[in-house]
Every structure is written in C-alpha cells, then in structure tokens.
C-alpha cells in the first residue's frame, strides 16, 4: 500500500500563494501519472492538474491555467502544486493522485481557504 502525505494547505488572503506537497512512500517514477484534485463544499471533484512521470506533461483545469503550477521532485518522492494569485473560489480540500497500471492511489487531503 502506497501512502500520501499532503502539507502546505491553509488560509490565504486573495491574491496570496500556497505550495502544496504530496509526499510519496513509494518512488514516483513507478507511477504513470499524478494529479491534484479539489473539492469544493457542495460541488463534485474536480481535476485541477496532472503531469507525467516520464516526459513530465502537464495539463490545468481551465480555471487555473496560468496560476497554478504543478511539478515534482523525483529525488524526494514529491508532487507540488504552487498556486498564485488565488481567488476565493479556489477554497477547496485539495488532494493528490497517483496513478499506476497496478493501482491508484489518494491522499488525506489539505484544505485551502481563500479569504480575507
């Protein structure tokens, strides 16, 4: 079993950063690919951004394209998702996905509120 740690999460004023970290028990490079997801109070899941472990493609919900910033650090076993200039619809419970042939896997969850 796989396990993922999430940290960085908190209250931010609008316009103010977060980094959030996904500590991995597991080398990454095992996964196919990995993403963070939100979720919002009363809405369902959303993807919010992926990248690839080999070529390390990334992709952004519309919505965050150009303010969000998903990357990793093999090394540590690490995903990160730098969030600027965020808005108040930001506020969410984020968490990270791994994804292999052999199984998938799903952080507790950091919240982010945005508010001032």
């Known amino acids: 079993q796989v396990q993922l740690v999430e940290s960085g999460g908190g209250l931010v004023q609008p316009g103010g950063s977060l980094r959030l970290s996904c500590a991995a028990s597991a080398r990454i490079e095992l996964f196919n690919v990995m993403g963070w997801y939100r979720q919002a109070p009363g809405k369902q899941r959303e993807l919010v951004a992926t990248?690839?472990?080999?070529?390390?493609?990334?992709n952004y919900v519309n919505s965050v394209k150009g303010r969000f910033t998903i990357s990793r650090d093999n090394a540590k076993n690490t995903v990160y998702l730098q969030m600027n200039s965020l808005k108040p619809e930001d506020t969410a419970v984020y968490s990270c996905?791994?994804?292999?042939?052999?199984?998938?896997?799903w952080g507790q969850g950091t919240q982010v509120t945005v508010s001032s």
């Open positions: 996905n791994l994804v292999a042939t052999w199984g998938r896997f």
């Open positions: 990248i690839t472990t080999t070529s390390g493609n990334t």
